[in-house]
């Protein structure tokens, strides 16, 4: 137990250092383009994704009922590793335009206005009210890991797997949910419909997980939003709550063998780094993922299948 307890802090601390208050804030960005002449992606700049919308993107003279829908993505640092492959991939598809302000270290009660404590990690600014209320998004990607370690002071000193975590996590996506709703309304706009995106495996605490995201599930139902199972992309067939650090490669990787990066098989980890997806080491200083990962591209494409589903059906609506 004593092992297990070590491993699990170092699991955290080491995959997400950028939590500590010493590190910079990195700003707001919005897709616009295709992929960089020097991004690890360079398949996006020519082809649409399995699992994304195949319509070419929309002509701005349109119909603005054809037009890409204005999407908003917060989240940890997940989502700051991945946020701009998956700006491309739904720009790619003609599916979204995707403002991001991800934060890494962070969880549910960083982005709250009302909070029950300081965050050092997410400015006034960049809150989900004060996004929506600045970007007008009509889709809100929520990415959160479930963070809870001293790098989040909102949290107090709750952590994982008290009973008390659970529970403010389910009073805070509630929370959160409603704020998003009255800044919308602050500003004459259509409530956004959220897509809450459900975890990949925890090799440490798997309960801890399969029970957040049912959290995120019973939030979407009772709201009448979305969840994007990335998570599932990230685990076994048939064995949603085990952590591996490969996989099979799937039919995508098969087509662009890059991917299957141990011959038939794909790696979905760095060596040191049990959560995060990117296959180059995290640094204090976190960025965007640089180097061609997986399980960058496979939660995101799970991500963009969700957007792009509901898209369509905003279009024919």
Same mark, same amino acid.
């Given at each position: 137990?004593?092992?297990?307890?070590?491993?699990?802090?170092?699991?955290?601390?080491?995959?997400?250092?950028?939590?500590?208050?010493?590190?910079?804030?990195?700003?707001?960005?919005?897709?616009?383009?295709?992929?960089?002449?020097?991004?690890?992606?360079?398949?996006?700049?020519?082809?649409?994704?399995?699992?994304?919308?195949?319509?070419?993107?929309?002509?701005?003279?349109?119909?603005?009922?054809?037009?890409?829908?204005?999407?908003?993505?917060?989240?940890?640092?997940?989502?700051?590793?991945?946020?701009?492959?998956?700006?491309?991939?739904?720009?790619?598809?003609?599916?979204?335009?995707?403002?991001?302000?991800?934060?890494?270290?962070?969880?549910?009660?960083?982005?709250?206005?009302?909070?029950?404590?300081?965050?050092?990690?997410?400015?006034?600014?960049?809150?989900?009210?004060?996004?929506?209320?600045?970007?007008?998004?009509?889709?809100?990607?929520?990415?959160?890991?479930?963070?809870?370690? !001293?790098?989040?002071?909102?949290?107090?000193?709750?952590?994982?797997?008290?009973?008390?975590?659970?529970?403010?996590?389910?009073?805070?996506?509630?929370?959160?949910?409603?704020?998003?709703?009255?800044?919308?309304?602050?500003?004459?706009?259509?409530?956004?419909?959220?897509?809450?995106?459900?975890?990949?495996?925890?090799?440490?605490?798997?309960?801890?997980?399969?029970?957040?995201?049912? !959290?995120?599930?019973?939030?979407?139902?009772?709201?009448?939003?979305?969840?994007?199972?990335?998570?599932?992309?990230?685990?076994?067939?048939?064995?949603?709550?085990?952590?591996?650090?490969?996989?099979?490669?799937?039919?995508?990787?098969?087509?662009?063998?890059?991917?299957?990066?141990?011959?038939?098989?794909?790696?979905?980890?760095?060596?040191?780094?049990?959560?995060?997806?990117?296959?180059?080491?995290?640094?204090?200083?976190?960025?965007?993922?640089?180097?061609?990962?997986?399980?960058?591209?496979?939660?995101?494409?799970?991500?963009?299948?969700?957007?792009?589903?509901?898209?369509?059906?905003?279009?024919?609506?």
């Amino acid at each position: 137990m004593v092992v297990a307890a070590v491993l699990g802090w170092r699991v955290v601390v080491d995959s997400d250092p950028s939590g500590a208050a010493a590190a910079p804030t990195p700003p707001a960005t919005t897709s616009v383009g295709k992929a960089a002449d020097n991004s690890p992606y360079p398949e996006l700049e020519s082809e649409a994704k399995p699992g994304t919308d195949p319509s070419p993107p929309a002509d701005p003279t349109d119909d603005p009922a054809h037009q890409p829908v204005r999407a908003l993505y917060l989240g940890d640092s997940i989502a700051l590793e991945n946020h701009t492959v998956l700006a491309d991939l739904l720009k790619e598809s003609g599916t979204a335009t995707l403002h991001s302000a991800p934060h890494s270290g962070t969880t549910l009660c960083d982005y709250m206005e009302g909070k029950t404590g300081d965050s050092l990690l997410v400015p006034r600014h960049h809150t989900a009210a004060a996004l929506v209320r600045a970007q007008r998004p009509q889709v809100v990607v929520l990415q959160f890991w479930g963070n809870s370690w !001293i790098y989040t002071p909102c949290m107090g000193k709750i952590l994982a797997p008290q009973r008390a975590y659970y529970e403010r996590y389910a009073a805070d996506a509630r929370a959160l949910t409603i704020e998003i709703e009255r800044a919308a309304a602050d500003v004459g706009i259509e409530r956004p419909t959220l897509v809450w995106v459900l975890q990949g495996p925890d090799p440490i605490t798997p309960d801890r997980i399969r029970r957040v995201n049912d !959290i995120y599930r019973a939030q979407a139902e009772s709201t009448g939003d979305l969840t994007a199972d990335a998570g599932a992309a990230v685990s076994p067939a048939g064995d949603r709550y085990t952590w591996v650090q490969q996989l099979p490669c799937n039919a995508y990787e098969r087509a662009h063998p890059e991917y299957c990066t141990k011959g038939t098989t794909t790696e979905l980890h760095h060596d040191n780094d049990y959560l995060h997806f990117c296959l180059e080491p995290m640094t204090k200083n976190p960025k965007p993922c640089t180097k061609r990962s997986p399980g960058v591209m496979r939660y995101c494409q799970a991500i963009a299948a969700a957007v792009a589903h509901h898209a369509r059906g905003m279009r024919q609506d």
